[in-house]
């Protein structure tokens, strides 16, 4: 039973840890391939602004899954 929890547990960890990257990922993706998209981020203030709350939700978002994602057994 401990190593099927295991399991579950480090596969929990690997979609927590895609999930988390694929925002960074895409934003790298849209850079290279469009840059004019993704520079208003950082040039603009409302872009500033998105970023932070972007960040803050993410962040929450990890908090959560890793509070999922730790099994007590």
């Known amino acids: 039973m401990r190593a099927k929890i295991q399991a ?11 999930i ?7 934003m790298i993706l849209v850079y290279l391939t469009a840059p004019n998209y993704i520079t208003l ?9 998105m ?5 803050v939700w993410m962040t929450m978002g990890v908090l959560v899954m890793k509070k999922m994602i730790n099994f007590d057994f």
Do not use: R, W
């Open 8 to 18: 579950m547990s480090q596969e929990a960890k690997a979609s927590a840890a895609i």
């Open 51 to 55: 970023l932070a709350g972007s960040a």
């Open 20 to 26: 988390g990257a694929l925002p960074i990922a895409v």
């Open 41 to 49: 981020l950082f040039t603009n203030s409302m872009g500033h602004i």
